[in-house]
């Protein structure tokens, strides 16, 4: 089954139309989660034993991103349930079996190790709070991170827990991406058997035991470049868009005070210029480094963690190029962008609220990325 196709201008279209709505409802609407379901995009990182589409990796990118021309908090919640089925595919074969019965597979994927699991026959016992669970009000699953194993002994693993075992608690009240849903989730006392979890350091490495059971470049791809790209493309759709109506609105605004058309003042076109320059320069950024990754997991060989960073700099490059290139915009659209009814104003705060991820964290991304270059020893819990 191909996967080009599966996310048309028309769902697009309709992301945009309920982007209001799903602000609103702090959720993505339920006829949103109807045409993600009907349109199979949440298969395309399946594996194909599992009935799945197993498409190359970089295939989830240039759909999202489009996604985001229609609605950025639409797009970051779809782009992660698509992400965390291939997450779930790192996972041991009989994890595999289990969840993915459930279909689509709709899990959010908190994975600051904010719980602890105690050794027990057979797994651990979970408990924690974790923050920021992107699409949970209509999860089926839950993948969290949480410290495993004894005191003397700890390590960060994945674990992977089903609805009756976690309980949320509403507290996404924000000024952006509010469509997210992104609660903080609860999971108190639930056994989790051994073999639904795994350990961060392989899942970071590109050596979880879903690469070797699947082995196909897809699920080599390593954690932390792979969630650092996808999550940075509704901000470049964003800004896209924002570059679209910017350029559309230049057509018909009189500058009151000055009572010429906006589109001939030259620095209204060299704002557009400057902007669709940026963008271009974004989207080259991107293909280089997918590309960079792609060839070595299609050769089998590890990312190196230096490659790793340069992608998660990459990708804050990207979030923060798009950020100034819809604020820049904004302002120069006058006060009535401003107004609710105009899309710009929800694209500015939702890339805003984008940006303050952690993995876009810009000083923390460049530092990384100039230590790994020089061969320098970073924190062992550091995101790469």
Request: a negative charge.
């Amino acid at each position: 089954m191909s996967h080009v196709g599966l996310i048309t201008d028309e769902f697009v279209g309709r992301l945009a139309d309920r982007a209001r709505e799903a602000e609103e409802l702090r959720r993505l609407p339920d006829a949103t989660i109807a045409d993600l379901t009907a349109s199979g995009f949440t298969e395309l990182l399946v594996p194909r034993r599992f009935g799945g589409q197993q498409a190359d990796f970089p295939a989830i990118l240039d759909p999202v991103r489009r996604m985001g021309h229609g609605c950025t908090s639409s797009a970051w919640t779809i782009g992660f349930y698509v992400l965390h089925n291939w997450m779930l595919a790192l996972f041991g074969e009989r994890a595999q079996e289990e969840a993915f019965a459930t279909r689509p597979f709709l899990a959010p994927a908190p994975l600051a190790p904010t719980g602890r699991g105690l050794p027990v026959a057979g797994g651990v016992r979970l408990s924690g709070r974790w923050s920021w669970a992107t699409g949970v009000t209509a999860g089926n699953w839950l993948i969290v991170g949480a410290l495993c194993g004894p005191d003397d002994g700890l390590q960060p693993a994945l674990a992977l827990v089903p609805a009756t075992d976690f309980t949320v608690d509403d507290v996404w009240h924000t000024d952006g991406m509010r469509a997210t849903g992104s609660h903080d989730v609860v999971v108190t006392d639930a056994f989790v058997p051994e073999h639904r979890l795994v350990k961060v350091t392989d899942i970071h490495a590109g050596t979880a035991p879903g690469a070797g059971l699947h082995d196909v470049p897809t699920y080599r791809w390593p954690m932390v470049p792979a969630l650092a790209l996808l999550a940075s493309m509704p901000a470049l759709g964003a800004a896209e868009r924002v570059a679209e109506i910017y350029a559309e609105r230049l057509a018909g605004r009189v500058l009151a005070y000055e009572g010429v058309m906006q589109r001939d003042k030259p620095i209204a076109q060299a704002h557009l210029g400057e902007a669709l320059v940026r963008l271009r320069a974004l989207r080259g950024l991107l293909a280089d480094t997918v590309a960079t990754i792609e060839g070595l997991v299609r050769e089998g060989e590890l990312v190196p963690r230096a490659v790793r960073g340069d992608a998660r700099l990459a990708a804050a490059h990207i979030v923060h190029e798009s950020r100034a290139v819809v604020a820049a915009l904004t302002e120069a659209s006058g006060a009535s962008a401003h107004f609710l009814t105009s899309p710009l104003q929800r694209f500015k705060r939702d890339v805003d609220v984008i940006s303050g991820h952690v993995v876009f964290d810009y000083d923390t991304s460049r530092e990384l990325s100039g230590a790994l270059r020089l061969g320098m020893k970073i924190p062992r819990t550091a995101m790469v």
